[in-house]
């Protein structure tokens, strides 16, 4: 169960928040699901929003991947369970620890040009990438 620490640092490092009037958060969230279909991750609904991965074994093997939770105000981005970054998983989803934080790296790059392309309008603001 070897875990790549340096890629783990780097995932747990993506945090993405930005308020918008609420009138504009669903143009933002479209935006957002748009920038991810482009990076060649899917959108999966859940309770808070959405999960971004490449497929649904990539959620079932418990691997990290990005987050999104919608609320009236706000969009929230971030990688759920980043230091699961197991190389038995990774096995197991046919990739490489290079290759999945390479992947996640460009979904996060796509996001965040969405973020600063609406950052003037934010009440509220923050991106951090590693």
Request: net charge neutral; aromatic share 8%.
């Amino acid at each position: 169960m070897a875990r790549t620490p340096s890629h783990a640092e780097g995932l747990q490092e993506i945090q993405m928040l930005i308020i918008l009037r609420p009138g504009l958060v669903r143009e933002f969230v479209r935006e957002v699901l748009e920038a991810v279909r482009r990076a060649g991750l899917n959108a999966y609904p859940r309770a808070e929003g959405y999960a971004f991965m490449r497929d649904e074994i990539v959620g079932r093997l418990g691997l990290p991947h990005l987050r999104c939770a919608v609320m009236p105000d706000r969009v929230v981005v971030w990688v759920r369970d980043p230091y699961n970054l197991r190389n038995d998983l990774l096995s197991a989803a046919g990739m490489s620890a290079d290759e999945y934080f390479e992947e996640i790296m460009v979904a996060a790059g796509e996001i965040a040009r969405v973020y600063e392309k609406y950052r003037a309008l934010a009440s509220g603001y923050l991106l951090k990438l590693p």
